[in-house]
């Protein structure tokens, strides 16, 4: 019982240490969102949010509500 506590904690943690670095990543490009706000999509603000991350294509797809919300917002 005590490992799946652990591994349940290890989760969130590292879930929430992505949501930082999307959170840090989308702050940085407020401007250019609200510049490009006519074009620009969920899906092609996760492909620059992954390129500005330096992560593969399509990693950020699991987490895209969480964009979406945050975009919303």
Do not use: C, N, W
Request: avoid cysteine; hydrophobic fraction near 40%.
């Amino acid at each position: 019982m005590a490992e799946q506590t652990t591994t349940t904690a290890v989760v969130d943690s590292a879930a929430g240490d992505m949501e930082s670095k999307i959170k840090a990543a989308l702050l940085s490009r407020v401007s250019y969102f609200r510049e490009q706000a006519d074009s620009l999509t969920f899906v092609g603000v996760r492909r620059l949010l992954e390129e500005d991350l330096g992560f593969d294509m399509y990693a950020l797809d699991p987490h895209k509500k969480f964009v979406k919300t945050y975009l919303e917002q």
